[in-house]
């Protein structure tokens, strides 16, 4: 069963755009040390709506729930939450679902 993992991050008002970037690029930059991952797209709020909408999306797609579980818990993916996303987060939504 195919997994998706969606999570959304609002950041502090206080976030740079290095501190941004560097969200983005880490997380791009998983796919080629995480095996599990099969597909992650991810990129800042396009800023259609002038309120309401989160500032950074990402998609990351598994071939299984383990796959999922693997990521969830690697320790480079550890290393990013701790030392790029956390320091600039505000909020957090995700969501994991079965594709079809």
């Known amino acids: 069963m195919?997994?998706?993992?969606?999570?959304?991050?609002?950041?502090v008002e206080t976030a740079t755009a290095t501190q941004r970037q560097a969200v983005r690029d880490g997380l791009r930059a998983l796919k080629a040390r995480i095996p599990e991952i099969k597909a992650i797209?991810?990129?800042?709020?396009?800023?259609?709506?002038?309120?309401?909408?989160?500032?950074f999306c990402a998609t990351v797609d598994?071939?299984?729930?383990n796959d999922y579980k693997v990521y969830q818990t690697h320790a480079d993916h550890q290393q990013?939450?701790?030392e790029a996303i956390k320091p600039i987060l505000k909020a957090r939504a995700?969501?994991?679902?079965?594709?079809?």
């Open 2 to 11: 195919a997994i998706r993992h969606v999570v959304m991050f609002q950041f």
């Open 41 to 55: 797209q991810c990129n800042h709020d396009a800023g259609l709506q002038p309120t309401g909408n989160f500032d």
């Open 62 to 65: 598994f071939e299984s729930i």
């Open 80 to 82: 990013l939450i701790a």
């Open 94 to 100: 995700a969501v994991q679902f079965e594709l079809e």
